[in-house]
């Protein structure tokens, strides 16, 4: 008998609080019927009666661990894990609070960290930083140029800056958490892709105050590839659109060199050809 899933439990949960005498027999219900075989069909309809509804909730109560007329179980997977039989019920996933950082030079004195060894980070929650002691931060796109962060050509006042990964979809989640909690004097720096693709995410990341680009040799810039560029239609309709209402707050000219020249330029090619790094500043933050 195959397991309901959480969407599933929450139909459950919504009949019995609400008190439901019957539900559409849609593919979700169908499901939950083959499960439990509880209450009849009729007409396109599942209909429970008293009696059906509370044997309804004391199988849900004997298979899952939990009332399902109390809800679903709220919090972290472990949390979860306290009232129910399934810990991937939880809203909160385990990257929700949990940060790579480290520095180019090692050190990470905010967490009293004297120095790591060359390419390490450590994942830290949200909760072992202390915000009022945070002045600048690097976020960085991807991960394998942030595991080689103290290979790149930065300038000197950025090697003792706390960098991050931002990471994708969930795990960049983290982030807007830490940006959430930093000072509003922080300086934010984004280091990203050098095509539509990176000045976007520099231009949608909150509170974002500088973007870190490279200085573009002959050598560099043959390392552009065009094709990908192009299929980054959408990001360069957003620039074109922030350009036009003048939102690019002093990165107008970033945007301009990417577009007359089709660049995507990686980090990887900068690292590659050891470009040395730069920050441009933002006019206003949003």
């Not at 909160?92 to 905010?110: M, S, V």
């Not at 967490?111 to 060894?117: A, F, Q, R, S």
């Not at 960085?140 to 994708?168: S, V």
């Not at 299929?231 to 003048?246: E, F, G, I, R």
């Amino acid at each position: 008998m195959a397991g309901l899933g959480r969407s599933h439990k929450q139909e459950v949960v919504k009949l019995l609080k609400q008190r439901k005498t019957q539900v559409k027999f849609s593919t979700l219900w169908q499901a939950i019927y083959e499960h439990f075989e509880i209450g009849f069909i009729d007409n396109k309809k599942l209909i429970f009666s008293l009696l059906d509804r509370e044997t309804l909730r004391q199988s849900a109560i004997k298979e899952w661990g939990f009332d399902p007329r109390t809800g679903l179980p709220e919090g972290t997977r472990t949390g979860v894990a306290y009232y129910s039989t399934d810990d991937k019920l939880a809203t909160e996933n385990p990257n929700d609070n949990y940060l790579l950082i480290k520095t180019a030079q090692g050190d990470i004195p905010c967490i009293g960290v004297k120095k790591l060894p060359s390419g390490c980070s450590l994942r830290i929650s949200l909760e072992q930083l202390d915000f009022s002691t945070i002045r600048e931060i690097i976020i960085i796109e991807n991960q394998d140029c942030y595991d080689l962060w103290h290979q790149f050509n930065l300038p000197q006042a950025l090697k003792a800056t706390l960098t991050f990964y931002r990471g994708h979809d969930v795990q960049a989640k983290a982030i807007h958490h830490l940006i959430d909690q930093l000072l509003p004097e922080t300086m934010i720096t984004i280091f990203a892709d050098y095509d539509p693709a990176g000045l976007k995410i520099a231009c949608t990341t909150p509170k974002s105050s500088h973007v870190l680009i490279p200085t573009l040799s002959p050598e560099l810039m043959a390392k552009s590839y065009p094709d990908d560029y192009y299929k980054q239609h959408d990001q360069a309709a957003y620039l074109d659109n922030s350009l036009k209402k003048n939102k690019l707050d002093g990165w107008q000219d970033i945007w301009l060199n990417i577009k007359q020249n089709h660049y995507s330029i990686k980090q990887q090619h900068m690292l590659a050809y050891n470009a040395l790094l730069y920050t441009v500043k933002r006019k206003s933050i949003s």
